[in-house]
């Protein structure tokens, strides 16, 4: 593999109260998770950096990423890319990140100039690894082809709905993670009768279910995102759940291809 990450992360986005993710964070930490995943245009870095800090649980044991080049911001310039970052850093409280993320391979998004930030920092130590999200298979490729540091990951949605196996079997192929978001579809998971019976099955949640099965893939993990302490318990639980080979059949063969985060900007559109 690329590199350790941990299975499970916690995912930080929100529109509103983003103050109350310094408790989550560090609930999350206290309880276990190792890898926290925000983002510049999310607005609670500072959040999550105080979550860090309050939790008894050294900073190098964490894994966290954060990401920018949202659309729009911070600029299509490297020093703008660079000096955002440096931001970050100080919102945060830390000296460096161990993944940042290409938000969008849109809008400002060039692909050398920001990758070539992406690289003066990584050469720098502020980053330890370089991420990409949104990325379909010709942004990667192109990726690959610009950057001599490796890509670490690629951040997408995926869930039951929008299996994302291409991405999947080029992860494996290129050796880098697949960082699921939105893993429980925004709780559509807990409408589907093939989840709901294996839950049953079980005796727990859809939600365990859908994690389950990401984490049934190979080089796949996932941030599923919660500000309440019972399904934050919940999700990192979903770590024990073992699937059989013909429930896993079962979710891999849901005829769906549902998009919950499609922007007309999306590589794929």
């Given at each position: 593999m690329a590199g350790d990450l941990p299975r499970v992360g916690l995912g930080t986005y929100s529109d509103t109260n983003r103050e109350q993710w310094a408790e989550c964070v560090e609930t999350a930490l206290e309880m276990g998770?190792?890898?926290i995943d925000t983002a510049q245009v999310y607005g609670n870095e500072e959040y999550v950096g105080q979550g860090i800090e309050r939790a008894s649980v050294d900073r190098q044991e964490v894994f966290l990423a954060t990401k920018t080049v949202h659309v729009d911001v911070p600029g299509p310039e490297r020093s703008a890319i660079i000096d955002s970052v440096e931001e970050s850093l100080g919102k945060i409280r830390t000296d460096?990140?161990?993944?940042?993320y290409v938000h969008w391979p849109a809008g400002c998004y060039d692909p050398e100039t920001t990758l070539g930030a992406f690289e003066e920092l990584y050469e720098e130590g502020l980053i330890r690894n370089i991420?990409?999200?949104n990325f379909e298979p010709e942004q990667l490729d192109e990726a690959h082809e610009i950057l001599d540091a490796p890509i670490f990951a690629n951040q997408v949605e995926c869930h039951p709905f929008l299996q994302?196996?291409?991405l999947r079997e080029y992860a494996v192929e290129h050796d880098h993670w697949l960082v699921a978001y939105c893993p429980l579809a925004r709780g559509e998971i807990f409408e589907d009768p093939v989840l709901g019976s294996i839950a049953k099955a079980h005796g727990t949640s859809e939600a365990q279910v859908?994690?389950?099965?990401?984490?049934?893939?190979?080089?796949?993990?996932a941030v599923?995102?919660?500000m309440s302490e019972s399904h934050i318990r919940e999700n990192f639980a979903a770590r024990d759940l073992d699937l059989g080979d013909e429930e896993v059949e079962r979710i891999d063969g849901i005829e769906r291809e549902h998009r919950l985060i499609d922007r007309d900007y999306a590589p794929w559109n």
């Open positions: 998770y190792r890898h460096y990140l161990d993944l940042l991420g990409v999200s994302q196996e291409e859908a994690l389950a099965w990401l984490l049934s893939k190979e080089n796949v993990t599923p995102r919660s």
